[in-house]
């Protein structure tokens, strides 16, 4: 398989995607598979995961499997879910300026960024689920038997948190 691909590499603008997609695509299409474009996103993240260890979301793998030409794609990247798509009139123009600055999601501060975020979750979670488990404690000054039904299910919805990622903290 020959792949080639006009998209700037270490620009920010999804090339690793792009041809990881594209080379999913071609794949599952020479085995007969019919494989759909947001589960096609889906293989590709674990590929740039598990084989080339860089700890990256699904973003850019949904944009590239399930984006059309001419439309902006509406998606939720957890659960890695099309909204929709917006056609974007004629009339209107997009221009992408090169910074210069590389952008990576295989290096070391992409993946520090991760291993915090993942931290900061386990706290939330750690933290709500406390705070449901206690009849009237406080928070921030207010009991919970104060907190009405939104803040309560703010808690649940905090201790729970799988909305948060979808990847394992390790490589």
């Not at 620009?11 to 792009?18: E, T, Y």
């Not at 300026?97 to 900061?120: E, P, Q």
């Not at 803040?151 to 649940?156: D, P, T």
Request: include cysteine; charged fraction near 15%.
């Amino acid at each position: 398989m020959q792949v080639s691909s006009a998209v700037p590499e270490g620009k920010g603008v999804s090339s690793s995607a792009s041809v990881e997609v594209a080379s999913m695509s071609a794949i599952a299409s020479a085995h007969g598979l019919s494989i759909s474009p947001r589960d096609i996103a889906l293989l590709c993240q674990k590929v740039e995961n598990l084989i080339v260890g860089a700890p990256c979301g699904v973003m850019d793998q949904m944009t590239s499997a399930c984006g059309e030409a001419n439309k902006l794609l509406a998606m939720v990247c957890q659960p890695a879910e099309v909204i929709g798509l917006v056609e974007i009139p004629s009339h209107i123009r997009f221009w992408g300026i090169d910074s210069g600055i590389r952008h990576s999601v295989g290096g070391a501060d992409y993946g520090s960024v991760r291993i915090g975020s993942f931290m900061g979750r386990q706290m939330i979670k750690s933290t709500a689920s406390t705070i449901l488990s206690r009849s009237s404690c406080t928070v921030n000054g207010s009991t919970t038997d104060d907190l009405d039904y939104d803040g309560v299910e703010l808690l649940k919805a905090e201790a729970s948190l799988d909305y948060l990622c979808n990847l394992s903290p390790h490589r």
